[in-house]
C-alpha cells in the first residue's frame, strides 16, 4: 500500500486540533473546490483535499491513521501488526489497497455497512472529464479516448481501482464549454443502485483562423485598401472548404460581413454563421511606382478621414 | 472498442424532476428550494409535472456539490450557484467579446 500524507495535504501540523484542520479544509476547499476553481488541477486537488478530511475529521479514522506512522508520500508501507483488528473489521491484503479506499471502506459507517449488509442501494459515482478537442473535430463530430481510473468492489466490499479505457462519440455541434453525459460510464453502482455517469466538458483548442463564440465563428479578412475602396471578390476559407465573399466598394475596417451557415453546426439542426472581420492590410514594401500613385491619389483626393476632429475643436 | 454514445446536455432535452434528483443527489425538496430561490427554473413552472432543460443538470449537480463540501445551507447554495451562474454567463461574453475582436487569435 502507498503512503498519503493527509497532514501535509491539508498543510497542517500533526498534533492540529479538529478545528484547525477544519479551518485548513475549509480554505482550501475555497482555492481547489472544481465548481469555483480555476486552478489547472483543481479537480484532482480537491480530491486530495477531501479525501485528506474525511480521514482527520473522523476522531477513530485520524487514530488508525495515526497509527500508521509516518512515510514519505508514496513509500510504499504495510500497517504495523494487529492494525487491521484494532481499527478495522477482520482481516484482508493491503497490498493492491488504496489508502483513501481503505479509510472509507474498512472503518464502518454507513457505506461498509450496506455494502456488507446488502441492502442498501448505493449508486456509482459520477465522474466528470474535460475533452480537448479541435474545431475540425467539433464540426464533423469525433471520438476521443478516455481513460478514468474507478474503484471496483470485491466481493467483501473492499475497492479496488481499475484502469477503464473506451472511445466516446462527441456527435458533431459541440462548442466550448458544452457538456455531454455518458450514462452509466462512471463507478459501479451497488446493491441495485444505479451506476454512475461520466460527464464530458467540451474544450476547443485556439484554431489559427477562427476564434468560436457558441455555434458562430469569427475569421479576421485582411484586404488591400484598393479592394476595400473598389469592392473586390475574395476567397475566403470555412471548415467547409473555401468560399467566394463579395465585398461591397467601400467597406470599412472592423465591420463584420456574416457568412450565413458556415459556423459550427448545431446540436439539433442548423448552423452558425461565419462574421468575417475586415482589416485593412498596409504594404509596407512598396516600389516606386506604387508610392507615385499613392502620392498622386493623395493630390487627388479629397477624403479627410479626421473631419470630426475638427468639426469637434471648432466648437 | 465499443464506442460510447455521449448525450447533450442542453436545453433542447428535457429532464423530468425525478430524473433531474437522481442524476444531480438533490432531494426534492431540496431541488424545489433552488426553484423557490430563481437558481433553476422548470420549463413550465405551472405544469402539473415539471420538467427541465438538461442543461440545468450541471447547475443542479454543482449545487449538490457545493452543499455537501462546504457545509453550506439552502440560502447559501442559492447564493453561491446564483453567482456562478453569473460568472459563467460573464465569461461568455468575454470569449464572445474576444471572439469578435480582429487579431486575437490565441
Known amino acids: ?315 | 472498442m465499443k464506442i460510447e454514445q455521449a448525450m447533450w446536455l442542453h436545453e433542447q432535452h428535457e429532464l423530468l424532476l425525478e430524473e433531474l434528483c437522481e442524476l444531480s443527489g438533490l432531494s426534492e425538496r431540496e431541488l424545489r428550494e433552488l426553484v423557490d430561490h430563481g437558481v433553476l427554473a422548470p420549463i413550465d413552472p405551472d405544469a402539473q409535472r415539471w420538467t427541465f432543460g438538461a442543461d440545468r443538470l450541471v447547475v443542479a449537480r454543482s449545487a449538490r456539490r457545493l452543499r455537501s463540501d462546504f457545509d453550506l445551507d439552502p440560502h447559501g447554495v442559492a447564493l453561491v450557484v446564483a453567482l456562478l451562474e453569473r460568472v459563467h454567463e460573464l465569461e461568455e461574453q468575454l470569449r464572445d467579446l474576444r471572439a469578435r475582436l480582429p487579431g486575437s487569435v490565441e
Open chain 1, 1 to 315: 500500500m502507498k503512503y498519503k500524507d493527509y497532514y501535509g495535504v491539508m498543510g497542517v501540523d500533526r498534533k492540529a486540533s479538529a478545528e484547525e484542520i477544519k479551518n485548513a479544509y475549509r480554505k482550501l476547499a475555497r482555492k481547489y473546490h472544481p465548481d469555483v476553481s480555476k486552478e489547472r488541477d483543481a479537480e484532482e486537488k480537491f480530491k486530495e483535499l477531501g479525501e485528506a478530511y474525511e480521514t482527520l475529521r473522523d476522531p477513530q479514522k485520524r487514530a488508525a491513521y495515526d497509527q500508521l506512522g509516518s512515510h514519505r508520500p508514496g513509500q510504499e508501507f504495510r500497517p504495523p501488526p494487529g492494525w487491521e483488528r484494532q481499527f478495522g473489521e477482520g482481516t484482508f491484503s493491503f497490498d493492491d489497497i488504496d489508502l483513501g479506499d481503505l479509510f472509507a471502506g474498512v472503518m464502518g459507517g454507513a457505506h461498509r455497512a450496506g455494502r456488507r449488509a446488502g441492502k442498501v442501494p448505493i449508486p456509482g459515482e459520477d465522474y466528470e472529464v474535460t475533452a480537448h478537442i479541435t474545431l475540425e473535430e467539433a464540426y464533423r463530430g469525433t471520438e476521443v479516448d478516455l481513460e478514468l481510473t474507478v474503484p471496483e468492489y470485491d466481493e467483501s466490499g473492499f475497492a479496488h481501482r481499475v484502469r477503464r479505457a473506451f472511445k466516446a462519440r462527441i456527435p458533431k455541434g459541440a462548442t466550448d464549454g458544452q457538456r455531454l453525459r455518458l450514462p452509466g460510464k462512471g463507478g459501479k453502482g451497488l446493491n441495485g443502485g444505479r451506476d454512475g455517469d461520466l460527464y464530458l466538458n467540451i474544450a476547443l483548442h485556439p484554431h489559427r483562423l477562427f476564434r468560436a463564440s457558441g455555434h458562430d465563428l469569427f475569421l479576421d479578412l485582411p484586404l488591400a485598401p484598393w479592394e476595400a475602396v473598389l469592392g473586390t471578390s475574395v476567397q475566403v476559407p470555412t471548415l467547409g472548404g473555401p468560399v467566394r465573399l463579395k465585398i461591397p466598394p467601400g467597406t470599412h475596417a472592423g465591420r463584420h460581413l456574416r457568412i450565413a451557415g458556415r459556423g459550427l453546426p448545431k446540436p439539433h439542426g442548423g448552423e452558425g454563421d461565419l462574421f468575417a472581420i475586415v482589416q485593412i492590410a498596409v504594404p509596407t514594401a512598396t516600389s516606386e511606382r506604387e508610392r507615385a500613385l499613392f502620392k498622386e491619389l493623395a493630390e487627388a483626393s479629397s477624403f479627410n478621414p479626421r473631419g470630426h476632429f475638427e468639426q469637434e475643436a471648432a466648437k
